[in-house]
């Protein structure tokens, strides 16, 4: 965090206002009387879960509004445009073309005033001071490159640019650092306050509390579309006095999910594993396991940046990734390669949760229905039974009949993914592959997730649990802990081995950002 | 009131033509006496065709042919190409996607037209054998284009999903992946219409499937071709026919596929 009142924060102009702003859809209050100020070189934080009204607010700086929506308030922006980073910022860029003709084609329609033979020197020399602002290095090669070969975060620095060549003073960052591992995390983190030391104004809409710990000067707690807190972020991070801030702030889960007494012999086990991706008409292998072992009533953590090979160990258990050699055994007995050549009982045994929840289910169809569906195929339950048993299990999981009657659109992402563990679940699994599946959640539903998760565990004739995350903050409390980079499994251990004595450096130095992330990992 | 709204001017394009077609020779009843050709008035109130026949009464005759075998084509081109795309679609085996779409592909590279022709003049077909043949030819247009939105949707986490669970294939395929392709076959479907009218027409204009002077809407259109200038309506009106069919067969695809759509913004303050 930075020395509180860096600067004299009144002396400063005001960029944009926000008063009293209400935006209703349907009679229901998406934000309800949201009042801020942004002045220049100030990050200003909208905190809360998903849902809180964060980007709607952020939106309504564009003046851009969901459909139908009616807006009282008022909305003033002085003497500047404002420029928005998605949280996909992929989705904004035109893949047809290089990252340098993107930028210069937005500044050569700046530079149409001057004479001809300037054009090209002025357009060029707006791109440098934009790149330059935007912490994007153009001798890096980004500007001959196309957009799908940038990475995450140098796409979200070109959207920065682009918004900073159109003369934005003002940023607005949605989720900038959702779904991304602690070392990515970092570098956005530096190159924000690099931006904002430019003198540039940043709103950030986040739910990753520690990035607005970092960054932030001014912080507004939302929830429900309302204000709950607001203040000097030191204030409202050391000392908050709202019940909601509060429990957006609690600290992560460092209690352990299985019982560590209950740990029992073998369930899986990945032996002499080598995994193939098709590229370019070429097979490379990605990951290469020699041994990895599920233990009955634990859960093991498989910790690795995003590109590390773990989502695809995930799919190989599931059976999902097809094109791979070495065996996974199950109680000793092969499982087939392919989910399509496993039987019931195999299908049943090994089941997997997927990181897009939304993604995962028929957006046609009741979520009751699609849950049923597990117990009806895989167990031989017939239709009112299985339903009911579904009805039974979403219920426990804290998804009421009503809710669970609607199509996916209906529900939240954390209600999806509590969703997708109970179809999981009606198949009485005993390998649950988790992926990802806390990614994307606020801190409040991915604590309530997990804890539901622990609770599965812990339960007499629960499923043994494979976690695959980035975060390391997900991973501390497994009982084993598999660190993967590169393909490799540099190192694994119970979660004691792993957090106090890690013995490669990569291991080192993700526990180091985390560390300095301020999270506690505590073993 | 807003299914009127939403129907409405799409139904009222269609309805013409497609009343015309079923019902029309119904309603005919018998010849006229041959006049001159390329007449107007004496009456004949959309005057005379190229061999002296009452026009309205060929338009009434022409509508049976061209819709029945057109939208006959349409489904039976469908109802090859469906399972085909979904089967390639769905299957893990390189060589069971490359025995179903490989031959369509070799017969993609024969212009339709010149396919027709070809199996015309070896077997001259009625109607039925029209229909089949011009079905036939859009088998491999209709495939590819099942198996390349079907291929999106079945690469989606939700078909893995499905597998997870243990599902059938025919829930995968017609009840996921079917049901997700279903906005753009439909407006494929609507475009094929028109193609195949187009096809069933000009292999009508070229004598293939139909006597050079049948009552058909695709062949007055260019048996009285040569008198356009003198009596326009002998060409106008069966064309407008035929345009308004598949003009209307389009609006009405496109407002079935309609989702009821807010306005796309709010007020601003």
Same mark, same amino acid.
């Not at chain 1, 609607?406 to 529900?411: D, E, I, Q, V, Y």
């Given at each position: 965090m930075k020395p509180p009142m860096e600067q004299p924060m009144n002396e400063n102009p005001v960029l944009a206002s926000v008063t009293a702003l209400t935006v209703e859809v349907d009679g229901r209050a *998406?934000?309800?009387?949201v009042s801020l100020r942004i002045r220049p070189g100030t990050v200003t934080a909208l905190v809360?879960?998903?849902?809180?009204g964060k980007t709607t607010t952020g939106l309504a700086l564009l003046g851009e509004y969901p459909a139908g929506a009616r807006v009282t308030g008022e909305v003033t922006v002085h003497g500047t445009r404002i420029g928005y980073v998605p949280q996909h910022p992929a989705a904004v860029l035109?893949?047809?073309?290089?990252t340098g003709a993107l930028l210069h084609d937005m500044a050569r329609r700046q530079v149409r005033d001057l004479p001809r033979p300037q054009r090209r020197t002025a357009a060029r020399q707006r791109v440098t001071e934009a790149l330059a602002d935007a912490q994007?290095?153009?001798?890096?090669?980004?500007?001959?490159?196309?957009?799908?070969?940038?990475?995450g975060g140098q796409q979200q620095r070109v959207v920065l640019a682009q918004a900073l060549l159109l003369g934005a003073r003002v940023i607005v960052a949605d $989720?900038? @650092? @959702? #779904?991304?591992d602690a070392l990515t995390k970092r570098r956005i983190v530096d190159q924000l306050a690099a931006v904002a030391a430019r003198g540039i104004a940043v709103l950030l809409l986040s739910h990753d509390l520690d990035v607005v710990r970092e960054l932030a000067d001014e912080v507004l707690v939302m929830r429900g579309g309302r204000v709950v807190e607001q203040g000097p972020a030191h204030r409202i991070l050391d000392? %908050? @006095?709202h019940p909601w801030t509060k429990e957006l702030l609690a600290e992560p889960?460092? *209690? %352990?999910?299985?019982?560590?007494?209950?740990t029992g012999e073998e369930l899986l086990t990945v032996d002499g594993l080598t995994a193939r991706h098709r590229t370019a008409g070429r097979r490379a292998p990605v990951l290469n396991v020699d041994r990895l072992t599920l233990r009955r009533g634990e859960c093991l953590a498989v910790v690795g940046r995003s590109g590390s090979g773990k989502t695809t160990l995930a799919r190989c258990l599931a059976g999902l990734h097809r094109d791979h050699t070495g065996q996974i055994l199950l109680d000793g007995t092969a499982l087939p390669r392919s989910l399509r050549d496993r039987s019931r009982e195999q299908l049943a045994a090994v089941q997997y949760v997927f990181q897009d929840a939304r993604a995962a289910f028929? $957006?046609?169809?009741p979520v009751l229905d699609q849950v049923a569906r597990t117990a009806v195929r895989?167990? #031989?339950? #017939?239709h009112r039974e299985a339903t009911e048993e579904a009805r039974r299990t979403l219920t426990d999981l804290g998804l009421d009949d009503a809710l669970v009657r609607?199509?996916?659109? #209906?529900?939240s992402g954390g209600e999806l993914q509590r969703a997708a563990l109970a179809r999981a679940l009606l198949a009485r699994p005993r390998v649950l592959v988790c992926d990802e599946? @806390?990614?994307?959640?606020?801190p409040v539903t991915r604590r309530s997730l997990l804890d539901l998760l622990a609770t599965l565990i812990r339960r007499p004739g629960g499923p043994g649990v494979v976690l695959i995350t980035h975060d390391l903050d997900t991973a501390a409390p497994a009982t084993r802990l598999a660190v993967l980079d590169g393909g490799h499994i540099v190192e694994q251990g119970t979660r004691e081995q792993i957090l106090t004595? %890690?013995?490669h450096p990569f291991t080192a130095a993700l526990l180091a950002a985390s560390r300095r992330w301020g999270a506690a990992v505590r073993p | 009131m807003n299914r009127l709204r939403r129907y409405g001017p799409g139904a009222a394009v269609v309805a013409i033509p497609l009343g015309l077609a079923l019902a029309g020779p119904f309603l005919a009843g018998e010849p006229s006496a041959r006049a001159a050709s390329? =007449?107007? !008035?004496g009456g004949h109130r959309l005057g005379t065709d190229?061999? !002296?026949?009452?026009v309205v009464h060929q338009v009434l005759l022409g509508g049976r042919p061209v819709v029945l075998v057109a939208l006959a084509a349409t489904a039976l081109a469908y109802l090859v190409a469906l399972p085909l795309g979904l089967i390639s679609a769905l299957t893990h085996r390189r060589w069971l996607e490359e025995v179903l779409m490989r031959p369509p592909d070799v017969l993609l590279a024969v212009p339709s037209l010149l396919m027709i022709l070809l199996v015309a003049a070896a077997f001259p077909p009625g109607p039925v054998g029209l229909a089949l043949l011009v079905a036939f030819v859009s088998i491999p247009d209709a495939a590819r284009i099942v198996r390349a939105a079907a291929a999106e949707a079945a690469s989606r986490p939700a078909v893995e999903a499905l597998r997870m669970q243990g599902e059938s294939w025919w829930r995968i395929a017609v009840g996921y992946v079917g049901r997700s392709i279903l906005r753009t076959l439909a407006a494929d479907a609507g475009i094929r219409l028109t193609g195949v009218l187009y096809l069933v027409a000009t292999a009508a204009f070229l004598g293939i499937g139909v006597a050079?002077?049948?009552?058909?809407w695709a062949v007055m259109v260019d048996r009285n071709r040569t008198g356009l200038l003198i009596q326009p309506w002998a060409v106008v009106v069966p064309a407008l026919l035929i345009v308004a069919l598949t003009m209307g067969g389009n609006l009405l695809v496109d407002a079935a596929l309609?989702?009821? =759509?807010?306005?796309r913004k709010g007020r601003r303050p």
């Open positions: *998406l934000v309800d009387r809360g879960a998903s849902g809180s035109n893949p047809a073309r290089r994007l290095d153009a001798s890096a090669g980004v500007l001959g490159r196309y957009p799908h070969q940038l990475s $989720e900038p @650092t @959702t #779904g991304q000392g %908050p @006095t889960r460092t *209690l %352990p999910y299985a019982d560590p007494g209950r028929d $957006e046609h169809r895989l167990r #031989g339950a #017939g609607r199509a996916p659109g #209906g529900l599946i @806390t990614s994307g959640l606020d004595a %890690p013995r | 390329f =007449t107007l !008035g190229f061999v !002296g026949r009452d050079p002077d049948a009552a058909d309609q989702h009821r =759509t807010p306005p």
